[in-house]
């Protein structure tokens, strides 16, 4: 008799705030059917409810630390103990371990932003997750909240591209620069869209990624004209 693989596995996670022993779902790559993708590295997947995003983070039911396998480890016990201060304090336990929908997800990735701002993640980290609660919201059609959010993302990276902690996540140069001009090009900011999309396509490495060079100059010309 066969027997069936389910699309999700469990994970074993240690926290990092409080130690605690946990599992989180992950979601199987056979089971990742993309159906389209955005500039701005949205994707839509063929079934909505089989999207690696509603799985990316994973949530300590123990004291509520909120993580992606991007975040720095947090070593140093100040942050550990602010943590602990600003948000298990007020923690009521929850399991986040099962199946999600997109409002336990856009919950949990909220959370992440919270975490990732109280143990000093890199700026591009944050804006990282802000983009991916924005892609949430988009999900969800709930266009006030998308824009919200695609602006808080060109908050963070933008103070990633002063202070270059771009490169702690392994990030490229370009493909911050890139994602940088959609965020200002999806909010209607055009100057500032054109401002970054010029900057890639000005770049010295510019030949280590030529199929992002040349999508934005895509972009670049679509600000231009619209």
């Not at 409810?49 to 909120?66: D, F, M, Q, T």
């Not at 550990?80 to 929850?94: D, G, I, P």
Request: net charge neutral.
């Amino acid at each position: 008799m066969t027997q069936t693989i389910p699309p999700f596995y469990d994970k074993n996670m240690t926290c990092d705030i409080c130690t605690h022993s946990f599992t989180t779902k992950k979601m199987r790559s056979r089971f990742i059917r993309v159906d389209q993708v955005e500039n701005d590295f949205y994707k839509t997947y063929k079934d909505p409810l089989l999207n690696p995003l509603l799985y990316e983070a994973a949530v300590c039911p123990e004291c509520g630390y909120s993580f992606t396998d991007s975040f720095l480890p947090v070593k140093k016990e100040e942050l550990k103990e602010a943590f602990q201060n600003q948000v298990s304090s007020s923690w009521k336990k929850r399991d986040f371990g099962g199946e999600r929908d997109y409002e336990t997800a856009l919950t949990i990735m909220k959370l992440t932003l919270l975490s990732a701002k109280v143990t000093s993640q890199p700026y591009g980290l944050m804006g990282s997750i802000c983009l991916r609660i924005a892609w949430l919201h988009r999900y969800q059609e709930k266009s006030s909240e998308e824009a919200r959010f695609l602006d808080q993302a060109a908050v963070q990276y933008e103070k990633s591209f002063l202070e270059g902690d771009f490169r702690d996540i392994a990030m490229s140069e370009l493909a911050l620069l890139f994602i940088l001009g959609e965020c200002y090009r999806r909010t209607g900011n055009k100057e500032k869209a054109r401002k970054y999309f010029s900057k890639v396509i000005e770049h010295k490495d510019k030949h280590l990624e030529p199929n992002l060079v040349e999508r934005t100059r895509e972009q670049w010309y679509e600000t231009k004209a619209n």
